[in-house]
């Protein structure tokens, strides 16, 4: 991974006419103790250490908070060349910084590299259920999954192809994406590292109950399933979710569509399997309660709670602080919130993401708790690197990854 970089330069005759001016107070404003110690009277030194902080604040992306430079000790190691240490509790506390620094006579150079998934700063407190799959070193691809998604419709291409990649980056080991025959060829080209199986349709782009028995073999030999990002609401693809999914055997994430289709059938929320986990909405939430959007989040936490249980089913109320509910009482609220994520497509992916977390082994209340995790700390990234707004749900794949590295760095620190 290509490391962020930094470079200052700094007049040595300026920091030294600074120190001329406000003697002690001014080292004490940049350099801490044992630096003051070291550097003695070399202005040198002082400006060369100015300079590796200035790079340091400069490799860092705009919208994270630089560390103050007294935060920042830079002393020579015993082969001499420069270590940094940043104070524990503050940004950067526990990253990998490289420092080079030179001087020419009237100035100090110094130029500073941070790993990437170092920059983004402290990861927010975990919360409890946050577990990341094994990844052994003899692993192959059949060792992490086989997830299967039913998505997509016609103009609903894009919700399959982020679901089927969300589950892809997310670490499983084969995806398999199962879509209606007409716009099978949009997703064959897009998705590469997909596997794209063209279903029989009733009309065109749509998925109805005559292809049950050639879904549900689809579903064979797969490890977790993914249904209902962009599949439509044709009361034929209804049919086929009433009869599909009571058959399914293998963990199943329940989303968008999917979660509208079923809400229309009275009952069988309740004839579906218990390690089921639903990701609606709050307007999908309120159909599949019959609660009005405006009660939903009035009591977020509430409403999730009760239905988790009411339903018998793992409950990802999504939105700002996502709630996750399982059927037993467990609680989680997620502490990541950014409004990048507030770009169509965002839920999509974090379908696939669950699904593959599934499909790797996780329970269905920890694979539901990590998704949202790794979902918004990888937003949270993009809202530093990119802004507020703006943030498309394409940009979260190849963040997952490597928020997923991140924790797993952490954890071993």
Known sequence: MVPRV?????????????????RGRFLRKFLTEREIAYCADRPERWAGRWAAKEAIGKAMPSGVSRPRMVDVEILPQDDGRPHVQ?????????????????HDGHFAIAVAAIPE?????????????????????DGHKGTFGTV????????????????SNGAARTGAGLVRLLVAQ????????????VMVHPVPELRPGVVGDRSS??????????????????????????????ALLPQVSIPV????????????????????????????????????????TAAVQADRVGAARRFAKSWRKVVVLKGAQTVIAGPDGRLSINPVATPALASGGTGDVLAGMIGALRGQGLPAFEAAVTGVYVH????????????RSGVLASDLLPQIPRVMERLRASSRE
């Open 6 to 22: 930094g470079v200052d330069v700094t007049a040595i005759e300026r920091v030294a006419a600074a120190y001329r001016r406000h």
């Open 86 to 102: 940043v104070a524990p509790g503050t940004t950067l506390s526990g990253s990998t910084i490289d420092v080079s620094i030179a």
């Open 117 to 137: 998934t170092d920059v983004v700063g402290a990861v927010p407190a975990r919360p409890e259920g946050v577990r990341l799959p094994d990844r052994p070193a």
């Open 148 to 163: 299967v998604v039913l998505a997509g419709s016609q103009g609903f291409t894009g919700a399959a192809y982020l679901a």
């Open 182 to 193: 007409s716009i099978y060829p949009i997703l064959a080209e897009k998705c590469t590292e």
């Open 213 to 242: 028995a050639a879904v549900l073999g689809l579903f064979a030999g797969c490890d977790a399933a993914v249904i209902g990002p962009g599949l439509g609401r044709d009361p034929s693809t209804r049919r086929l979710l009433e």
């Open 253 to 292: 994430v329940l989303d968008a569509d999917g979660l509208n289709l079923v809400s229309e059938v009275p009952g069988l929320l309740a004839r579906l399997p218990v390690d089921l986990i639903l990701t609606p909405h709050p307007g999908e939430f309120a159909r599949l309660s019959g609660l009005e």
């Open 376 to 387: 918004g700390l990888a937003g949270q990234w993009l809202e530093r690197d990119i802004g």
